[in-house]
Each structure stands twice: as structure tokens, then as C-alpha cells.
């Protein structure tokens, strides 16, 4: 169920009624996929000014498209042809940042790799996303999400422990690696209010997602214990999912007191002989012979109580406690509303039998923006290259050249789950996702 108008409307808290804290700052996208695309709306959500750089066969608008690229302006440029690279390197020297995920030589044959743009634009600020990094030994491997998860542990750890290793059910790498982009473009921009000179940022999708793993390294490298998959209980700690009458409850008592809690909602005394708060930090719960026991005891009490009545009195007891929400739940979820996670933004394009809807749902943003962050959705492609070059000061002899190679614009189907490994053209050979 889609959540009704009223509840879209109301206003975060925590927005800001100020321009944003990028105000001014120019942000180029050459962009594909999730990664940089990611990274370049969260800029234009704190205010920056994003210019998305689309070759003349552009993207397909689909869904996913919508949730990556509100708030930017976009400008068709065949960068295999001279005038489009000569227009990129006029449109860098205005920018503060230039951002991409094309694989590692491809910025450079092209003519948009850093030492060129830095020729033109000293302080120009580039974030290079690629799945390995410049100086891997993979560096010209292709990769996409299931790559970075393959084979940065993550898929090993992920799944029961007699069962394969299983990807996430989110595109969690792609994601995660355009949030440190966000991040280094802005430690870059106060670098450069230090130095005066802009710089290069290497970011490689397998690093940002190994960047979690220093408990496993620890694990590993400190105690030579070899992680395995545990299904959906969490390793060192007593918390785990249970099944109830009618779905599933997650519980995760990890404080004696919570423990001692647990015991008195399922009345089961004995458990406290395995922790408590007189036990002196001794915490038995986790012994091999032991944990099955616990969770077939706590299980037995679950599969009789309905998910609602699990949750209510173990947050009454003051025990961690969750449902297993699907993600058709979550529009209705008391805290999504609170918290405006569910927006939309203005569609334009076509729907499914020639229908256009007014609005496309998107996740909404979990820190400050600006007031007009969700009142300007993704450009048509192409809508903005006359007005960007004339910016630019080029001739409109100039201006008629490259926008003769605009498309026309691609209708959305928002019937897609979007941009993923099986939808998509094929990428360029060692692009980051």
C-alpha cells in the first residue's frame, strides 16, 4: 500500500531551509549505473549544482534511474567526437568536482582523465570509482556488485551454514561505495580551501566494502578462527531470528538484563544459569551444546505468539525486538512516516500502456537537505545542453553540433526492478558499478 499524500508532505525536522551546505559548488557526472550516480545525488541534495554528462545513446529512464539522479542538470556529449570532449574539458574548467565510475583507462582515452582536466582546472577536485583501483593487479577487471561481494567475503559469510553462499538481497557495495565518494569529494573540498589545489581520489568499490571487515580480519589474523556462515544469527553475540505464529521476529538480548528479561516473558528460569548479572560476565549462551537448547526453548515460546504480541512484550521487558518487515510493510511503518523515508519525485516520461504518472516513489534522504531536494526529479536526457554550453560561452554553431546528437527521450518503465546485472547494457570492461 503506497502511503497516502498527507502523511508525503509532512515535514522533516531536520531539513534545511538554507541552500545547502554545497551552494556553489560544481559537480560533473560521467556516470553510469549506481555508484557514482549515488554519490553525485547526495551532493546535489546538500545543493550542489550537478551536471550529469550522458553519451547520445543515454540511459533507459527506468525506476531505479529515478532514485539516483533527482536534482541534476543533464548534457548530451559524444565524447568520441572532438567538439564533445572539447566541451567537457570547458564545462571541467567551471567545476569544482568531477566525478565517474568508468573503468580505469577509459577517462584517459577519451580525453576527461585527470592529468587532462587538471591541465585546464588545477583545483578541480576527481573522484574515480572503479571496482579495484588504479594500482590492483585486477585493475582491469570488470566489475559489477555480486563481484565486490564475492570477493570481499561478504557472499562467504552470508547464508546457512550447509547452504551456498548467497548475495544480499541489496545492491550494498554499490551503495556504500557512493556514500565514501560523497564523503572523500568532500574532504577534498576542504583540502583544497587549505592547499589551493584540487586532487585525485582513487576509490575502489572492493575497498570501501573490506573497509567493514576488521572484525573478521581480527578473527582471522589474531586468533585464527575461520569465519562460517551462521544463517541469521550474529557471531560473538546471542541474538537470532524466530519464527512466530504468523512470520518471523528478530530478538537480540545481548545485555544480562535483557537476558534475565527474556527468561521471565518465555518462563524459562533455567536460563539464567547461563547469564545474568550475578553471573560476574560469564556468558555461556554461545557453548555449542548450549545455544540450540536456548533457541529451541525461546522458539517453542514464539511459534505460539503472534509477531505483534512477540514484539510488544519484549519491548516492554526492554529486550531488543524487531519484526521481519517485507518491503511492502514499510510504507505504513509508524517510524517511516514519522521520519518522511518514503517521497517522491516529479515524473516525466512514459508509463506502462502509455500512462504517465505524476510522481515516482523514492527512499527519502536520512540526513538534512535542502528544501527542494524532492521537488525536481531526473532530467530528460539531454534537456539542458544548449542552456550548459551556452553557460559555457561556446558559439551556437558549436551548441547545434553537439546537441544534434541528443535522443530523443527515453520513456520510463517503472515495471522494472531496475539497473542490475541481468538489465543492463554491458558495462565497460573494470567500471565500478
Sequence with gaps: MRPADGRIIREKENRMDTAGALHGIRVIGVEHFISAPFCTQILADQGADVIKVEPPAAEQRNGYFHTLNRNKRSVVLDLKAESGR????ALAATADVLVTNFAADVPTRLGFGYEDLAAVNPRLVYVHVTGFG???PYRSRPAFDGVIQAMSGMMHLTGEPDGPPMLSGLFIPDHLTGLYA???TSFALQRREATGTGSFVDLAMLDCLMSFLAGSFHEVLQHGIRPERIGSRVRGSFASTYRAADGYVYLAPLTARMWEAVSRVVGQPWFLEHFSTTSGGVDTRLDPETRPRLDGAIESWTSGQSVADVVRLMSEAGVAASPILAVEDLPDDPHVVARRMIRTVPHRG???????????YVAGSPIPV???TFSVGPPVAGEHTAEILAELGLSPVEVTDISDTIPRPIGDDLGEAGMNERSVPEAVDGSGR
Design 86 to 89: 572539447e566541451a567537457l574539458r
Design 134 to 136: 588504479q594500482n590492483s
Design 182 to 184: 560523497a564523503l572523500a
Design 350 to 360: 512514459r508509463g506502462h500502456g502509455g500512462s504517465t504518472p505524476d510522481v515516482v
Design 370 to 372: 535542502t528544501e527542494s
